[in-house]
Nanobody, 129 residues
Framework: QEQLVESGGGLVQAGGSLRLSCTAA????????VGWYRQVPGEEPEGGSC????????YYANFVQGRLTISRDSAKNTWFLQMNNVDPEAPAIYYC??????????????????????WGKGIPVTVSS
């Protein structure tokens, strides 16, 4: 039974926009920071965007380059990744993740997949030129 339900991936044109969503199906996000990891072919997942429990602190990895925005809707137990001006080099699988009891969203994005409390199945994003 899925703990995290992801949606919104697929094919996007280079320079276009796409929004990914992740909903916690069986637990409340009230005490969890949330984030998105990106995995490009041949590499391990890397933390790209992470957001604090209250949504007041954000962390973005250098490779994001202003193209991604993370947000959360606590009432819907859901968080989002808005992708704008999608990079042609961006094809990847995006994983949503949740982690309780952390100090900063940067910590969440840097500790890696094995440190997460919850991990999504992954959303493929394909970019057409």
């Amino acid at each position: 039974q899925e703990q995290l339900v992801e949606s919104g991936g697929g094919l996007v044109q280079a320079g276009g926009s796409l929004r990914l969503s992740c909903t916690a199906a069986r637990f409340s996000l009230n005490n969890y920071a949330v984030g998105w990891y990106r995995q490009v072919p041949g590499e391990e997942p890397e933390g790209g965007s992470c957001l604090s429990i209250r949504g007041d602190k954000k962390y973005y990895a250098n490779f994001v380059q202003g193209r991604l925005t993370i947000s959360r809707d606590s009432a819907k137990n859901t968080w989002f990744l808005q992708m704008n001006n999608v990079d042609p080099e961006a094809p990847a699988i995006y994983y949503c993740a949740a982690l309780g009891g952390i100090s900063t969203p940067e910590t969440m994005c840097l500790i890696g997949r094995m440190g997460m409390d919850y991990w999504g199945k992954g959303i493929p994003v394909t970019v057409s030129s």
